[in-house]
């Protein structure tokens, strides 16, 4: 088996996406209304992965494998009824099975007494309906006879041809010569020879369609020699008249232009009544790499010079799936249903291709590059004398339109939809429902919305976090549940969704809600809140998040290591993400977590203030303006606001935050531009200049130093230098804390994000001391 | 003179063991000046020696975080040492020098007046810091001082010395001593 | 003697893997081969495919082997074309099954490469 031995690392990809569908579909699997399709798939999955497995001598796997697919065939019989228990016991035979796959794929053995139980307890449910099949498996070393022993002596055991209907064919091979071998005539120099054998349906001449015509039209395409056969020609008494009863093929030799595509549209209009079966031979074509053909295309036939005398290996050059005997395995495209006449294309055609992630990595990389490189020749054409080199600006322009769209498709190669994340979180939810005992039913919704991978990634920690908190400590026990009046199984919903440029998740419990009291008593136990300090309830809520504030309490049976909400916290600020938490007493609680949708790359305008250059996300931005002094009012004294599109908006001026000095203060002499966060709310930015849009690329401020409030990340602008990214949301804080003196403020009460809004929630920030 | 000499390739664990040296118990240690005093640290945790280039400004910082700055692609901070131990902002020139170091995962750049030696220096050279009182100087980032011909060096633990709630939120990230 | 044209097989299996061993086992004796991953991608696959021989796997999502072996026979252009089922052990219940869908032959999973080709000859060439 040494040349098959290439193919295991096939065999193990494909395994391990077996058993991800064999636990998903355990994980739905519940007494009540049966899914048999999601059964059958079930035992597929396991059935595969044995048969893989014996190929390659995993001869324990094998024998494991084979119990928990005589349990699973019980099942799609309904030979085995489904409880709870058979579920547990099913989940359990897939872990073992993913361990002894991992022990194949290292190449080590797995400890003994890894199977025993799960043996056992699965070959309790066999029982008597299973007493049938388990004598024909017998006992797990003899269970595969022919399987273990990779060479019999018996050749019987390994195949076997019914002689009856290997005579069958012969007879009828004797009868019917083959269309296609019966010109053993080479095929002349320049040209072509196609077989099209034409099968049309009865009712062909029902839809007014006459072959007659069709026939005519492929003569027009070269030499066609055509013989009609009779054999379903009924006798005359049977016959009707309106039916077909005929059947043709055609051997047509053509020039090389004449390609696929002129000899299907003959058939165009009745194609999907016919059986048309279309080959050419030629010698077969240069090896093309399949990614380059698209899919629908036939191939175009290869021209003249055909070697001589007979055509070696000719082999049939059809637009269906070949895929060249180079392709790794697991590599390369396949199509298995390129070609038109009479197939359907129903089928589900794979038209796509396996790439190393690294590969798509690198990809970003250099387009990210590229849009810097871009800014900086825009940075320099910025220079030149205005009314000249308008080509090269517009030339420029278009650079910037293609790097745009280039730099979209590149990220949404890499976007996948966040159901790889959710899908582990049924699982989850199951074990911490177990462990403490909870009853937990999880609903997910907005699975298919789409992040790049580089933030799927991150979300695995920070969601299992979420919701082992909420089951955890959020969550009541079922009894107290059906005391208060609730059902005793409580809700934890998960879901996902754009939202202005962003993904925002939330994950909601119907549990018992914050406890208030304990964790301001906590907080200022620690010092992190003054005692006597007044907060509002968002605002002690939020307190789970800082440094700090988890405990030991924190640590259940589940947590175990007590990771706190101000771990999940600062990772994900660092991706430039905010979490925030809704609670109300009694009803439950709603943590909101909000990310940029890529990592990567961001669309922003470049603003200056002073000497300094800022990038704030397009996403944001509402429009900038020049106001009118009329436009300006003080509010109360403390600070100024807008009258902009209706509304009074407040003024930021962004060089009293970032105490930048030589900048414009007074709004009219400057722009204001004019931003909204993610939950409406809105301000007016005021700032000396707006220097343009650009695409820039995210680079991390906190790898090598640290977050810091109002920024999300940093750039590199086409001079070299670094701009910081501006966050709105964290601006908006700032600035409601009087940082506007220039300095942050003493102490460590959190802002209160006091806009009711049901959205996302900005996380809170330590305030600095200087 | 090139605007950047970079030192062999450093790992970037932090567990900084020993190089090969001929002596087991000797490491090398970058010297440079801030004023009058000379300083060192580790060479293992110098990535490279870069002259200054302007930063970009970061807001509401002490003033011994200058800036940011480019660094082939990503970005890191630079910190003014002078600035750091109370001797006010830097009055910078091209002539003036950035030590680039990598501290755990951290890549920093400190700003200083110019380069001065590269020291092999024993264990047993080093003597401990005096002992002044704490408020005075905050010995942490001290990790010993060193007496080479008439000159006293000041050993830094780089780790330390930036470390704080300023720089680092945390600080148990900060690397481990290197001596 | 005739110019010898290359014989086609097509495998059918829902498995990934089977079918990347099946294909390189006779690729690597000269044959030509086409992959399908369930029974009704076999179908239209055949449908613009001279196939010479179908091996199918038995257990596979939208259409099983099973069936497609029946629905094969009964297109009259396929009444004689060689088929072979994958089965796992010598299981005579799914053998029975097959012979009377019309299989041709049998040939037990995992399989020997050997085996698979001397089969293959013998039943189409």
Redesign the interface.
């Known amino acids: 088996m040494d040349d098959l031995s290439r193919f295991k690392q096939t065999y193990f990809d494909e395994s391990a996406e077996l058993l991800a569908v064999a636990e998903a579909g355990l994980l739905r699997l519940a007494p009540g209304e049966i899914d048999m399709d999601e059964v059958n798939a079930i035992f597929r999955a396991v059935h595969s992965i044995k048969g893989g497995g014996g190929a390659f001598g995993f001869n324990d796997l094998v024998a494991f494998a084979h119990e928990f697919e005589t349990v699973m065939d019980g099942v799609r019989n309904a030979e085995i009824p489904v409880t709870t228990e058979l579920v547990d016991t099913l989940i359990r035979a897939n872990d073992v099975l993913a361990r002894l796959l991992s022990h194949a794929a290292d190449e080590t053995d797995a400890p003994a007494g890894t199977t025993g139980d799960t043996v056992a307890a699965l070959r309790r449910f066999l029982g008597k309906a299973g007493e049938q099949a388990d004598e024909a498996a017998t006992t797990p070393s003899a269970a595969i006879p022919a399987a273990a022993a990779l060479y019999p002596d018996d050749e019987d055991d390994e195949a076997g041809i019914f002689g009856d209907a290997l005579a069958a064919i012969q007879a009828a091979r004797d009868d019917q010569p083959e269309p296609v071998a019966s010109g053993p005539a080479p095929v002349p120099e320049g040209k072509v020879r196609w077989t099209i054998v034409f099968r049309p349906k009865a009712e062909l001449l029902l839809s007014g369609n006459e072959p007659a015509y069709m026939l005519r039209a492929l003569r027009r395409l070269g030499e066609a020699e055509v013989v009609c056969h009779l054999d379903r020609l009924p006798s005359l008494r049977d016959l009707d008249a309106e039916l077909l009863h005929l059947s043709w093929t055609v051997t047509l030799l053509a020039d090389p232009q004449v390609d696929r595509a002129r000899i299907d549209d003959v058939f165009e209009f009745v194609a999907d009544d016919c059986d048309i079966r279309i080959s050419a031979e030629a010698p077969p074509p240069a090896i093309i790499p399949p990614t380059v053909i698209p899919p629908a295309e036939p191939e175009p036939v290869p021209a003249a010079n055909l070697p001589q005398p007979a055509a070696p290996a000719a082999a049939p050059v059809t637009p269906a799936a070949t895929t060249s005997g180079a392709a790794k395995p697991g590599d390369g495209a396949k199509r298995t249903n390129g070609g038109t006449g009479g197939g359907d294309h129903a089928g589900p055609t794979t038209h796509t291709i396996r790439v190393d992630l690294d590969k798509i990595d690198r990809l970003v990389n250099m387009v990210g590059e590229m849009v810097i490189t871009q800014a900086m020749i825009a940075e320099h054409l910025r220079d030149l004398p205005p009314g000249q080199f308008q080509e090269l600006l517009e030339g420029l322009e278009g650079l910037a339109q293609h790097t745009r769209e280039l730099r979209e498709s590149v990220m949404s190669i890499r976007a996948q939809p966040v159901s790889s994340v959710f899908s582990r979180m049924p699982r989850l939810v199951r074990e911490c429902a177990a462990v403490t005992g909870k009853e937990v039913m999880l609903v997910t919704s907005g699975e298919t919305t789409e992040v790049d991978k580089t933030v799927v990634e991150n979300l695995v920690d920070p969601l299992t976090h979420m919701i082992r908190n909420s089951i955890d400590h959020g969550l009541e026990s079922p009894e107290e549940r059906e005391r208060i009046g609730k059902p005793r199984a409580g809700t934890v919903h998960l879901s996902a969704a754009h939202r202005s440029g962003r993904i925002v998740i939330e994950v909601t419990d119907d549990g018992r809600g914050i406890n208030r009291a304990k964790v301001l008593s906590k907080a200022i136990e620690k010092g992190l809140v003054q005692p006597g300090a007044s907060l509002s309830d968002e605002e002690i809520d939020n307190l789970i998040f800082l440094p700090g504030f988890s405990t030991a309490d924190q640590v259940s049976n589940l947590s175990g290591r007590g990771v706190g909400m101000d771990v999940v916290r600062r990772n994900i600020s660092s991706l430039g993400g905010r979490i925030g938490v809704y609670s109300t007493p009694g009803e439950g609680s709603r943590f909101v977590l909000s990310l940029p949708l890529t990592l990567a790359v961001l669309d922003g305008m470049v603003i200056s203030v002073g000497e300094e250059r800022f990038v704030l996300p397009l996403t944001n931005i509402v429009e900038s303006l020049r106001p009118k002094p009329a436009d300006l009012h003080g509010l109360v004294n403390k600070c100024d606001v807008m009258m902009a599109r209706g509304e009074y908006v407040r003024l930021v001026h962004l060089h009293r935050l970032f105490d930048i000095p030589k900048a414009i203060d007074d709004a009219t002499k400057g722009l204001v531009v004019l931003v909204e966060t993610e939950d409406g709310s809105r301000l007016g930015l005021v700032v000396d200049e707006v220097l343009g849009q650009q695409q820039v690329v995210i680079k991390s401020l906190e790898s090598n130093f640290r977050r810091l409030d109002g920024v999300a990340a940093a750039t590199i602008l086409g001079d070299g230098r670094v701009a910081l990214i501006l966050d709105v949301a964290g601006l908006r804080e700032m600035s409601r804390h009087g940082a506007g003196n220039g300095n942050a403020s003493a102490g460590s009460t959190p802002p209160s994000p006091s806009l009711p809004a049901p959205a996302d929630k900005s996380d809170q920030r330590q305030r600095q001391t200087v | 003179m090139s605007s950047s000499t970079a030192i062999a390739p450093v790992s970037s664990r932090t567990d900084l063991q020993p190089s090969g040296t001929a002596n087991g118990s000797e490491e090398q240690y970058v010297t440079f000046t801030v004023g009058s005093e000379e300083y060192g640290v580790n060479i293992l945790a110098v990535r490279e020696i870069r002259g200054w280039t ?9 003033d011994y975080v200058r ?4 660094l082939r ?5 630079i910190f003014d040492l002078r600035a750091r131990f109370g001797g006010g902002q830097t009055q910078v020139t091209k002539r003036h020098v950035v030590v680039v170091m990598q501290v755990g ?4 750049g400190i700003l200083v007046d110019a380069i001065s030696d590269i020291l092999a220096i024993g264990h047993d050279a080093i003597k401990p810091p005096p002992d002044v009182d704490s408020g005075l100087i905050d010995a942490e980032y001290l990790s010993g001082l060193y007496t080479a011909e008439n000159r006293m060096v000041t050993l830094l633990n780089v780790g330390k010395l930036f470390a704080g ?6 600080a148990s990230r900060a690397a481990l001593e290197p001596t | 003697m005739e110019p010898s044209v290359k014989k086609k097989v097509m495998t059918v299996d829902d498995s990934r893997t089977m079918r990347d061993m099946v294909s390189f086992t006779l690729r690597g004796a000269g044959y030509d081969v086409v992959e399908a991953a369930d029974g009704q991608q076999a179908m239209s696959a055949i449908a613009t495919n001279k196939v010479d021989l179908v091996i199918t796997d038995l257990n596979m999502p939208v259409m099983d082997g099973l069936t497609l072996i029946r629905k094969l026979r009964a297109i009259p252009a396929h009444r004689t074309l060689p088929i072979l089922m994958l089965t796992t052990e010598a299981d005579e219940s799914k053998k029975a099954e097959g012979r009377a869908a019309g299989a041709t032959g049998w040939i037990v999973k995992p399989f020997n490469p050997d085996k698979l080709v001397s089969v293959v000859q013998k039943v189409c060439g």
């Open positions: 302007p930063e970009s400004r970061l807001p509401n910082l002490p800036g940011v700055i480019n692609g990503i970005i890191i901070p995962e951290r890549t920093r709630e300023h720089v680092d939120q945390d």
